[in-house]
């Protein structure tokens, strides 16, 4: 992210940022299913069986075969995931507000749903002590936003509004869909890993090793192929979950981003998260497999504050130092303490 | 082979054409939907004006003037959006927003008052509404932008004429007043400005 990266501008580099590792997931997914059929039509272009007509791979079965297992899985999340969400947590609709608290969350919602010319979602209150949110649905006219009655008690109205308008960002930009869809392909990959490795230890990989005996001339490239598909599928779960995650965490930069646009008072969600970060108060209500839909991870993950290979594959969150200091920059302001910061008049100057 | 290579280059130009004309048609629409957004905000305050009158008039006795400021402002609003001009609703409604925040100015000024359950409720509720105000602007604002930007750069600049387009105008500030830097004046009694 250059300097100076206005919000509008750091909008538009996260969604390039994000296309570009989303296409290049559809790809290697691509590659791992219907790559594996190429190769096996390639390999068994001039094969014949035993009856002596054409045993050439046509039908493109690998291919379909993870398709329709991530299918079946985006459609499980898609179908039951915000429903089971909100009952793991145990919140409770706010339908009709009582008490201050709760008028000023619902007022708050109405306000950001304005600013994001999106339809007001439902709004829910976590019963948890631990300050965090997150939002919830598959689509934007039926979407959901909840938080936990910590983040209520621990932040003012304007912090409030910041996170309600981070959550309102991952609506509108449809992120629950997104992740949900790319869960279910890091699944199907991880579910084929297994059975295809448990089915050649017990020697299942045999009628492929004869039939790749069976061709003819130009198999270099076969072999070259069919060892960088194997080899892609020794490493698919690691690749395919360190995509993820860093769609994730783009996604992430990118509420932050639309919080900004909401409220255009970016100030108000760094500290809101500063907040949130120094909260020593654990979360009870919320599982840990839910933690990358919240808005700061709530279980203090020690790779969110780190960079490096590891933190890129483990952390469901940027470093709240690197938000804070993108927030402050869409707000004009330096942040404090980082190196590469300069005083205010070196800056002005240059 | 030719005819081939300009049929694609047709087809793929058709469909750029289309996309392009659809971008422009939506974003006019979206332009239109916010700026009645505005207005929907607007009908929202008045409704909300009387009960909020209604719950602090006891709490509040001692601040007629500025009660009295806000239901005059109101029914004025009211008067000139039933009129149709925008000039003049654009102008009554400032004079209401200035009102509604001389009365917050004024809970804001008595700890006592604001410790009284309903007043609290009132600045809340009274928060609320300039801010729906204010974003439901804000919305229309840039939406408007992204039209004006769409109509003036290549290659959606292209359709602007197909599409009917022309550039929206942007809300601003009319009056000076709203401008400037609200005076709170806190003095018991003494005239409010």
Same mark, same amino acid.
């Given at each position: 992210?250059?300097?100076?990266?206005?919000?509008?501008?750091?909008?538009?580099?996260?969604?390039?940022?994000?296309?570009?590792?989303?296409?290049?997931?559809?790809? %290697?997914?691509?590659?791992?299913?219907?790559?594996?059929?190429?190769?096996?039509?390639?390999?068994?272009?001039?094969?014949?069986?035993?009856?002596?007509?054409?045993?050439?791979?046509? %039908?493109?079965?690998?291919?379909?075969?993870?398709?329709?297992?991530?299918?079946?899985?985006?459609?499980?999340?898609?179908?039951?995931?915000?429903?089971?969400?909100?009952?793991?947590?145990?919140?409770?609709?706010? #339908?009709?507000?009582?008490?201050?608290?709760?008028?000023?969350?619902?007022?708050?919602? #109405?306000?950001?749903?304005?600013?994001?010319?999106?339809?007001?979602?439902?709004?829910?209150?976590? /019963?948890?002590?631990?300050?965090?949110? %997150?939002? @919830?649905?598959?689509?934007?006219?039926?979407?959901?936003?909840?938080?936990?009655?910590?983040?209520?008690?621990? &932040?003012?109205?304007?912090?409030?509004?910041?996170?309600?308008?981070?959550?309102?960002?991952?609506?509108?930009?449809?992120?629950?869909?997104?992740?949900?869809?790319?869960?279910?392909?890091?699944?199907?990959?991880?579910?084929?890993?297994?059975?295809?490795?448990?089915?050649?230890? %017990?020697?299942?990989?045999?009628?492929?090793?004869?039939?790749?005996?069976?061709?003819?001339?130009?198999?270099?490239?076969?072999?070259?192929?069919?060892?960088?598909?194997?080899?892609?599928?020794?490493?698919?779960?690691?690749?395919?979950?360190?995509?993820?995650?860093?769609?994730?965490?783009?996604?992430?930069?990118?509420?932050?981003?639309?919080?900004?646009?909401?409220?255009?008072?970016?100030?108000? &969600?760094?500290?809101? &998260?500063?907040?949130?970060?120094?909260?020593?108060?654990?979360?009870?209500?919320?599982?840990?497999?839910?933690?990358? &839909?919240?808005?700061?991870?709530?279980?203090?993950?020690?790779?969110?504050?780190?960079?490096?290979?590891?933190?890129?594959?483990?952390?469901?969150?940027?470093?709240?130092?690197?938000?804070?200091?993108?927030?402050?920059?869409?707000?004009?302001?330096?942040?404090?303490?980082?190196? #590469?910061?300069?005083?205010?008049?070196?800056?002005?100057?240059? | 082979?030719?005819?081939?290579?300009?049929?694609?280059?047709?087809?793929?130009?058709?469909?750029?054409?289309?996309?392009?004309?659809?971008?422009?048609?939506?974003?006019?629409?979206?332009?239109?939907?916010?700026?009645?957004?505005?207005?929907?905000?607007?009908?929202?305050?008045?409704?909300?004006?009387?009960?909020?009158?209604?719950?602090?008039?006891?709490?509040?006795?001692?601040?007629?003037?500025?009660?009295?400021?806000?239901?005059?402002?109101?029914?004025?609003?009211?008067?000139?959006?039933?009129?149709?001009?925008?000039?003049?609703?654009?102008?009554?409604?400032?004079?209401? @927003?200035?009102?509604?925040?001389?009365?917050?100015?004024?809970?804001?000024?008595?700890?006592?008052?604001?410790?009284?359950?309903?007043?609290?409720?009132?600045?809340?509720?009274?928060?609320?509404?300039?801010?729906?105000?204010?974003?439901?602007?804000?919305?229309?604002?840039?939406?408007?932008?992204?039209?004006? @930007?769409?109509?003036?750069?290549?290659? @959606?600049?292209?359709?602007?004429?197909?599409?009917?387009?022309? /550039?929206?105008?942007?809300?601003?500030?009319?009056?000076?007043?709203?401008?400037?830097?609200?005076?709170?004046?806190?003095?018991?009694?003494?005239?409010?400005?």
């Amino acid at each position: 992210m250059s300097a100076g990266a206005n919000l509008f501008a750091q909008q538009e580099a996260n969604r390039k940022a994000s296309r570009r590792l989303v296409a290049g997931f559809i790809i %290697f997914i691509a590659w791992l299913g219907f790559g594996g059929d190429l190769i096996w039509y390639l390999s068994t272009r001039d094969a014949v069986n035993a009856y002596g007509s054409s045993a050439t791979h046509i %039908f493109p079965g690998v291919g379909i075969l993870l398709t329709a297992i991530a299918a079946a899985m985006a459609w499980g999340g898609y179908r039951f995931g915000p429903t089971v969400l909100l009952k793991a947590t145990g919140a409770r609709e706010i #339908e009709t507000p009582s008490g201050e608290a709760e008028q000023r969350l619902v007022n708050v919602v #109405e306000e950001m749903a304005i600013a994001a010319g999106a339809r007001k979602p439902s709004v829910w209150i976590v /019963p948890d002590d631990h300050p965090n949110a %997150f939002a @919830t649905g598959i689509r934007s006219d039926q979407s959901h936003v909840a938080v936990t009655e910590g983040l209520l008690n621990e &932040l003012n109205r304007e912090e409030l509004q910041a996170v309600v308008g981070h959550e309102m960002g991952h609506i509108v930009n449809l992120d629950v869909r997104l992740m949900t869809l790319l869960t279910a392909l890091v699944g199907a990959v991880a579910i084929l890993h297994e059975g295809g490795f448990r089915m050649m230890r %017990f020697g299942g990989g045999g009628r492929r090793s004869r039939s790749s005996n069976d061709k003819g001339g130009g198999g270099i490239l076969v072999v070259v192929l069919l060892v960088l598909w194997i080899v892609s599928w020794l490493i698919a779960p690691l690749v395919t979950r360190y995509m993820v995650m860093k769609v994730g965490r783009q996604r992430e930069y990118l509420a932050d981003a639309m919080s900004a646009q909401f409220t255009r008072n970016p100030g108000a &969600l760094s500290s809101a &998260l500063s907040r949130l970060a120094e909260s020593k108060i654990p979360p009870t209500a919320i599982p840990k497999s839910s933690a990358q &839909l919240c808005i700061s991870d709530p279980y203090h993950s020690k790779w969110d504050e780190r960079e490096g290979r590891m933190a890129n594959l483990m952390a469901t969150h940027p470093p709240l130092r690197e938000r804070v200091r993108r927030l402050n920059e869409m707000a004009y302001l330096s942040a404090p303490g980082m190196p #590469e910061a300069l005083p205010m008049e070196t800056a002005l100057q240059g | 082979m030719f005819t081939i290579v300009l049929l694609v280059l047709i087809v793929g130009f058709v469909f750029f054409a289309i996309s392009a004309y659809n971008r422009l048609i939506s974003l006019k629409n979206q332009v239109v939907n916010a700026w009645k957004q505005i207005d929907v905000q607007l009908k929202r305050r008045h409704d909300l004006i009387p009960n909020l009158i209604e719950t602090v008039k006891g709490a509040m006795n001692f601040e007629r003037e500025t009660l009295e400021a806000v239901v005059s402002a109101r029914n004025t609003a009211i008067a000139a959006s039933t009129g149709g001009n925008v000039a003049a609703t654009a102008q009554a409604e400032t004079q209401l @927003t200035g009102a509604l925040s001389r009365l917050l100015a004024v809970v804001e000024a008595y700890p006592d008052l604001k410790a009284t359950g309903n007043v609290a409720q009132l600045q809340e509720e009274l928060t609320a509404t300039e801010n729906k105000i204010g974003f439901s602007r804000q919305l229309y604002n840039d939406t408007a932008t992204q039209y004006n @930007t769409a109509q003036q750069t290549f290659p @959606t600049m292209l359709f602007a004429g197909m599409a009917g387009a022309s /550039p929206a105008t942007l809300w601003e500030i009319t009056d000076d007043a709203e401008r400037a830097v609200p005076k709170v004046d806190l003095s018991f009694g003494a005239p409010k400005g």
